[in-house]
């Protein structure tokens, strides 16, 4: 053990070197980025960002959003937030299986973790939206989520003190008061709340979201005593023999790409092909995207789905290389998705295991 702490003990660039698989390409863990100072990738990783890395240093924006992402007025029937399936204290998942609207209506998938939103070039398990501006005003209008139309949670928001004030002190005079400087229309700030200025706000929330600091942080800053023996096993045991690091790398522990880990249950009545219903490419069959585990024992059940109501289940299924996806076709069945190869048996003790989901409650 205190060999092990040795190789551990300087900086991560100094660490033992992970077990990476040929073809992958991975970060180093490293302590996620302030809101003030996001990294240069953060700008290149999709369009729109310009926009958006400029509300988020307003305050005014940002709290907009933070208001709106807790308020049930912007579903039909005022019974859900954003916030009643992205709970703060839950690494803003919700704690079902599956995700549970207005009327009670249940979707069709787990609701996700929003702490690597901030930083992935594509957002949902599918990867369907390209930016959080073009997310957001989705799940208003989902009938499984808050069931609105945009133009009635417009009107709803235009006569509800205090957004329209709030929303003039963000954004400004709309640009059509502006031109016509007839004055009245825009001191009253009807005319600022607009769809495009909703999408923004909570947007600019969104992406200022940060995982709560943890002894994982403390230890990646060189505190070397901020995990115990056995955490410090499973970490090593997550760098080399369980394999993990060939997809949750980087400061978020993602690699923000898909892979079909073997969970698409095709075939069967909860059958989901994941990036393959976007793309359509036989590739992506059962591809889903990576998640974050930063703050990941809050955030059950686990899986795009639900599936694992306990952390210990899911590592015992990833220690016996997840299950097998369908049986084998005659003649080959094209449509069949195939797990990645980057999974397999991992031969892990009992005692590994434990040490392995000690860590993953550090993160
Ligand atoms: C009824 C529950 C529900 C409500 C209400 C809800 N969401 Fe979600 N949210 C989900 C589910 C489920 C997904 C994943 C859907 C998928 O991937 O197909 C999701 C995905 C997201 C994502 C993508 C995260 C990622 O990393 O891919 C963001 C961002 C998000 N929601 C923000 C919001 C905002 C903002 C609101 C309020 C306007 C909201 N959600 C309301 C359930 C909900
Ligand atoms: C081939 C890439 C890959 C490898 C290797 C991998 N994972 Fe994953 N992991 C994923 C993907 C993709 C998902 C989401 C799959 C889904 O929902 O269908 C996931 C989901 C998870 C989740 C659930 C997180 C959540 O919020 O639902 C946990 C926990 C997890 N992995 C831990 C691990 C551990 C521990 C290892 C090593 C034993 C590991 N993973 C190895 C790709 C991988």
Known sequence: MACLRARYAGPPSLWPAPAIDPGITWTEWARVPPVDAPPSSWMAANAGRAELASDIRKPEIVALGQML???????????????????????????????VGEDRLMGRRRSPSLLAAPFAPRLFWDGR????????????????????????AIARLQGLPPYPAQFLKAFGPAMRDV?????????????AVDSDRLARA??????TLRPQTSRFDAFLNGERNALNDTELRGMHLFRTQA??????????LTDHQFHNIGLSFYGRRNQDLGRFEITRDPA??????????RNVSQAGPWMHNGLFADLKGLLRM????????????DPPDPYAPRKSEHIRPLDLSADDIDALLAFMKVL
């Open 69 to 99: 992402f807790f308020d049930g007025h912007l579903s039909r029937k005022g019974q859900v937030s954003c916030a009643s399936c992205h709970m703060p204290q839950r690494a803003f998942t919700d704690g079902r299986p599956l995700a």
């Open 129 to 152: 939206a390209g930016t959080l501006k073009a997310q957001v005003l989705g799940p208003v209008q989902d009938s499984r989520e808050m069931n609105h139309d945009l133009g009635s």
């Open 179 to 191: 031109a016509s400087a007839s004055g009245s229309a825009s001191t009253s700030g009807r005319d």
């Open 202 to 207: 909570l947007a600019a929330y969104v992406a």
């Open 243 to 252: 394999r993990c690091m060939n997809c949750h790398s980087g400061a978020l």
């Open 284 to 293: 992506d069959l059962g591809k889903f995207r990576t998640p974050s585990l």
């Open 318 to 329: 990833y220690n016996a290389g997840m299950g097998r996806e369908a049986a084998p076709a």
